[in-house]
């Protein structure tokens, strides 16, 4: 076992004996009520779940086991994955530990490029990437453990297997999907030398030192977004039903492929090329102002506006612009998004419906990409994906090691809810 697996198979003890306690005194305590609006309206606010790894306050974004996600944009992925897990940011040593075992499992099988090639070429990379995933099933350690009659206290350790796996081949089947989906030529052997981000990005075809830096803060930020988002919650109540972490990382990396979820980084970038094409370049804040009521106007969202929990703008986005604001200041299109920041909060707050005008996440990463060359837009999910892995992983893990059970809501009919509600 590495030292991630003793790190986690430490604190399960404490974490079981909690979860037993909070049960006994509280269970039967109320967290939540429903309403009939929240019962048609996809749930929103309803607390019915429990999520350890992360947290995201209306106000303050995204906390990751009581750290504000700001105050690990100096970290790595690998550590971040560490930190989801455990709730402790590894020392060097368990770091490079980490380090060690996806170098181990950094070997994508040949089926899975036989596949891929086999895929029409106008797929997306999205449904590439999760077909990838899919065909990889048959690697699951949790399946053949199961089949062989594991006992439920050790669940948890081949869905760790199964996510160490994947966590170490997806970045190269991720950049494998992009030099094959957009004739990029051969793909690029994974380097031993270099740490999780910096391989992708060497992967994908680029081995300039701020692209690594992007690279390492793209994959850190995306990592994870509490249990009720719809990739995180897919993937929890896949798993739930003891799917391994194939079948349920790649139910929710498909939800991500939504776009009101993960796509809306690829619309985002889209709007924002539509802006610089139509104005000919960077628009004035007037000019930028009555584009975004056109948008609006012509019944659309602003793409990378609003969001359904958070009520500021998502540290996640200002991290990007302060990255921005370093490396990418003299580019049109990052130029455009920090000027969309002034401009559309106080149109989407005239406009009156987004609960929230601010901005989230993907209006600031795209433009990132687009800066050191990575230009295919359709291909920004992919990258969030493997970011966002890491979330869907450490909380499959924890699941199984707590013993949660099936997902199983109850619905009512629209008639249920017309004779029994008074
Ligand atoms: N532009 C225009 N209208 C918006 C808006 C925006 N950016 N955001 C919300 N609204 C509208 C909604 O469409 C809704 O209108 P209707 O009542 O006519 O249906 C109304 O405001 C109320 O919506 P809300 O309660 O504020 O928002 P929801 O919780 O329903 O939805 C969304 C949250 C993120 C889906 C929404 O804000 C949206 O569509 N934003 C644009 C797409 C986007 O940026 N998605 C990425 C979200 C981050 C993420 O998950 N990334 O993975």
Known sequence: MGMLQDKFAAKLPQWREEKATVLKGLGEQKISEVTVAQAFGGMRGVKGMICDTSLVE?????????Y?????????????????????????????????????RAKTPDYVWKVLEAMPKDSHPMAMLNTAILVMERESQFRKRYDEG??????????????????????????????????????????PKLDWGANYAHMLGSDDENFYKAMRLYLTLHCDHEGGNVSAFSCHT???????????VSAGLNGLAGPLHGLANQECLG????????????????????FAWETLNGGKVIPGYGHAVLRCPDPRFVA??????????NDDVFKVVDRVY??????????????NPWPNVDAGSGSILYHFGLKEFPYYTV?????????????????????????RPKSVSTQWVKENIK
């Open 58 to 66: 209306p106000d303050t974004g995204l906390i990751i086991r009581g």
């Open 68 to 104: 504000p996600i700001l105050d690990l944009t100096d970290k790595i992925p690998e550590e971040i994955f560490f930190l989801l897990l455990t709730g402790e940011l590894p020392t060097k040593e368990e770091l490079k530990d980490l380090q060690s075992e996806y170098g181990k």
């Open 150 to 191: 594991m006992t439920k206290e050790e669940y948890w350790k081949p869905v760790l297997e199964d996510s160490l796996t994947l966590l170490a081949v997806l970045p190269e089947v991720a950049a494998g999907v992009y030099r094959l989906r957009y004739d990029k030529g051969k793909r690029i052997p994974y380097d």
């Open 238 to 248: 896949v798993g739930s039903a003891l799917s391994d972490a194939y079948y349920s």
């Open 271 to 290: 709007w924002v090329l539509e802006v610089i094409e139509k104005f000919k370049g960077v628009p004035s804040e007037k000019q930028l102002e009555d």
């Open 320 to 329: 990007f612009i302060k990255f921005g604001q370093q490396y990418c200041m």
């Open 342 to 355: 002034k401009v559309v909060p106080e149109v989407l707050k005239k406009h009156g419906k987004a609960k």
């Open 383 to 407: 990258l969030f994906s493997l970011s966002r892995t890491m979330g869907l992983c450490s909380q499959l893990i924890i699941n199984r090691a707590l013993g949660t059970p099936i997902t």
